[in-house]
């Protein structure tokens, strides 16, 4: 809404530049695809996980929160909820990280989407011909402050818990990063741009299913989908890391694997999917911006819904066994997926003009 | 390797030492955590875990969180209200323990029901059956994240619980076993809407399958995970489908049968493993066992009184037409002062988690002089310190579930 206002602004004012640019890129951060488009796929994504569980598991779900539409203001009701409610801090614990940490993951976990385009008219704030580089290196820096949560709250189960979150960090961030870079081999770039342009023929996924399976894998861990919910098993160690946070803390920190969650399948739809592609962008907003988000969007919804729907099928892996099925199949598979790679390009099956 | 397969003196000595270890001697290495009795992955009890690392070095189960002195406050009750409490603690399972303390009591009276009140007395039985291994089935699909077989355990179970309503007029505590007989006849419609349960519930078995004992991830969580030996088994005392996933095949209703299991056609599953996986598929096995049961026993059902002759003389008029005409039965003045002759009276069932064994001392008076009742949950408490020990935090609550242990049982 606010982006053609900006753009009839620029013609009748006459706008310098500079201004134009952060008027934009604060409207990319804050509405769309930034912070409230988050909040709003995270908490749909929140009510279709558990509506698609309860298919399932043969019951209706959520249900009376706007009854009509199907319960599916659950999740915004649960955000209010969780801002009203009474924060409490632990006597005992660390508390300038134990309140800093959760808004600093998620921080870092949105942080990505001011390099990451979404369409291919009107550049994201920050436009680097790095930036799938840059991308990757600041989402993993969001699960130390996890770590950092439970050491801060001076409770044995979170304790516990962010041990596991950083025993799996290692085990799957990097087949993640392996797999990611075994498509900038492909696609010989880490520009966003680029890379979905050489889609156009080929999706990533197609053209490298390991790395595509890879690196699923390893974001279903990240964002603490079944059957890897380890750090935060709640028959085991309560809520893990999140034990003793309470109130809006608490929902910042249940929140973050839902914004890491469309953060990485928006990764992942440009990277494997061909991102806006078929669209291929035209004049005006409409068409070269809003439509091929619009279908960017569409690509990560489903895969986010792929990723949440697990939740039915499975329960969950011991720490070991998943540390196990990360270093052996997950990281055997990265490897295969990087020179898989490095086998099209050097062996002339694939060539970019 | 796993700690439980050695032999049992071993571990107690190394339980032993790891107690005088305790927290400090060895350093930072020991962590104790405290899982319950407010945890949602403990029920209700508290375990003591002492970890060393990720491994389970010691742990101690707390049991008596629940402890609700039924034993005691039988002593001061009439006999005809003990049934109600003993129904309270197991309230998964309740028929099963009404029968036990019924037979004990029957024993003591020196009556015996007739057959169709046995017949419906082994149905309803058998329906808290599958329900109660619902139930367990479903605690531990919630303890191992699988959500969906925690709904389904207690969506089909409701199934159970509302035929259990239909025969008995109650969805979970019955107190349908009355002494002499039950105390109402099945309605008209009931053989059909048992035959289309059990017929929709042998359907969804083979969807459980799929969903949770194939699941590979449920595998891996179960299999080799909190292996019972067959001679542990039996030292250690445990009971019931714990007892035959070990490979022991030791069945109450086989072994003494009671009420009418002696005249039913069905099998004893048995496992060899021993490990949680086993506990669990054995549990699946007796469902499938119970609908046999359920459907030969309507088929051998005899017609005739649903309560000794000798209770039903007591009968006034209008007893005798509410009884004659709805097959309900009104219990005569005489039950409010009950007096068994004196003596002592023992009577054993298998009930969904194993045998239970009633005891009754009479003196002559209305009340019991003093009830002595064993739970299969209580026998099978001590398997937490033998089992969880050597594996991993995560491994507690799959042994846990695979146990089906239910506090309130163990401690009555």
């Known amino acids: ?353 | 390797m796993a700690a439980s397969s050695l032999a049992i003196e071993e571990i107690s000595k190394e339980l032993i030492q790891t107690r005088d270890l305790g927290v400090t001697e060895e350093g930072e290495r020991l962590v104790e955590l405290q899982i319950g009795p407010t945890h949602p992955g403990s029920g209700h009890m508290r375990i003591r875990v002492w970890v060393d690392g990720d491994i389970i070095v010691r742990c101690d189960p707390d049991i008596g969180f629940v402890f609700r002195t039924i034993e005691k406050l039988s002593e001061n009750r009439i006999y005809m209200k003990t049934i109600p409490l003993v129904e309270r603690p197991s309230l998964l399972d309740t028929t099963p323990m009404t029968i036990g303390y019924i037979n004990a009591l029957e024993k003591l009276m020196g009556i015996e029901p007739p057959p169709r009140a046995k017949y419906l007395r082994t149905i309803l039985a058998e329906l808290t059956r599958i329900a109660s291994h619902l139930y367990g089935i479903g605690i531990l699909a919630i303890f191992l994240g699988h959500s969906t077989g925690f709904m389904w355990g207690f969506g089909d179970r409701e199934l159970f619980v509302e035929l259990a309503n239909q025969l008995s007029g109650a969805r979970i505590t019955y107190a349908y076993v009355v002494p002499g007989g039950v105390r109402r006849d099945m309605p008209q419609s009931f053989p059909d809407n048992v035959e289309k349960a059990l017929r929709y519930m042998e359907r969804r078995l083979k969807d459980w399958y799929k969903i949770f004992l194939n699941n590979p991830v449920i595998e891996d969580r179960l299999r080799e995970v909190g292996v019972l030996r067959k001679n542990d088994a039996v030292k250690l005392g445990v009971t019931g489908p714990n007892l035959r996933a070990s490979g022991v095949d030791f069945d109450v209703r086989v072994a003494d049968p009671y009420e009418a299991y002696d005249e039913l056609d069905f099998m004893v599953p048995v496992a060899e493993e021993g490990d949680a996986y086993a506990r669990t598929l054995v549990r699946f096995e007796e469902i499938k066992q119970s609908i046999n049961i359920i459907r030969d026993a309507l088929k051998k059902m005899p017609s005739g009184d649903i309560i000794h002759p000798q209770i039903a003389r007591m009968f006034n008029p209008l007893m005798k037409k509410i009884y004659e005409e709805t097959r309900r039965v009104k219990f005569p003045g005489i039950f409010a002062s009950l007096k068994p002759p004196k003596g002592e009276a023992t009577a054993r069932v298998e009930a969904g988690r194993g045998e239970a064994l009633f005891h009754i001392v009479s003196d002559g008076s209305p009340r019991p002089y003093r009830f002595r009742w064993t739970t299969p949950s209580y026998r099978n408490v001590i398997l937490f310190k033998y089992l969880v020990t050597g594996h991993r935090l995560a491994d507690l609550p799959a042994i846990y579930g695979s146990l089906d242990y239910f506090p309130p049982e163990a401690d009555r």
């Open chain 1, 1 to 353: 809404m606010m982006l053609p206002l900006v753009m009839l602004l620029k013609e009748i004012l006459g706008f310098n530049d500079t201004i134009y640019r952060t008027v934009v890129g604060l409207g990319y951060m804050i509405i769309y695809p930034g912070l409230l488009l988050v909040v709003v796929i995270a908490a749909l994504m929140l009510w279709a996980e558990r509506k698609i569980a309860a298919l399932v598991q043969l019951r209706y779900g959520p249900l009376w929160v706007s009854r009509r539409i199907g319960g599916a203001l659950q999740g915004f009701a649960d955000l209010i909820r969780f801002s009203f409610q009474e924060v409490i801090i632990p006597r005992r614990s660390d508390v300038i990280p134990f309140l800093l940490s959760p808004g600093l993951a998620i921080l870092f976990s949105m942080l990505p989407i001011a390099f990451i385009p979404i369409s291919p008219s009107i550049h994201p704030p920050v436009y680097s011909d790095l930036a799938l580089l840059v991308v990757i290196a600041i989402i993993s820096l969001a699960p130390i402050f996890i770590v950092i949560m439970g050491w801060a709250s001076d409770n044995k189960f979170a304790f516990v818990g962010s041990l596991r979150e950083a025993l799996l960090i290692v085990s799957y961030e990097i087949p993640l990063i392996i797999s990611i870079i075994s498509m900038a081999v492909i696609y010989k770039s880490l520009d966003f741009y680029e890379i979905v342009e050489r889609q156009y023929m080929l999706p990533g996924m197609i053209l490298n299913p390991f790395a595509f399976i890879a690196s699923f894998i390893a974001v279903l861990r990240t964002t603490s989908r079944f059957p890897f919910e380890i750090s935060e098993a709640e028959t085991e160690i309560v809520a893990g890391p999140y034990t003793e946070y309470s109130g809006l803390m608490f929902g910042l920190s249940m929140g973050l694997a839902y914004i890491k969650l469309y953060v990485y399948t928006l990764i992942l739809s440009l990277i494997f999917l061909g991102g806006w592609l078929p669209l291929q962008g035209g004049e005006g907003f409409l068409l070269g911006f809003l439509a091929p988000s619009l279908v960017v969007i569409l690509k990560l919804t489903l895969l986010s819904l792929v990723a949440v729907f697990l939740r039915a099928i499975y329960g969950r892996y011991r720490l070991d066994q998943a540390i196990r099925l990360g270093w052996i199949y997950v990281f055997g598979l990265s490897i295969v997926s990087l020179i898989w790679s490095l086998a099209l390009v050097y062996g002339g099956w694939v060539r970019w003009v």
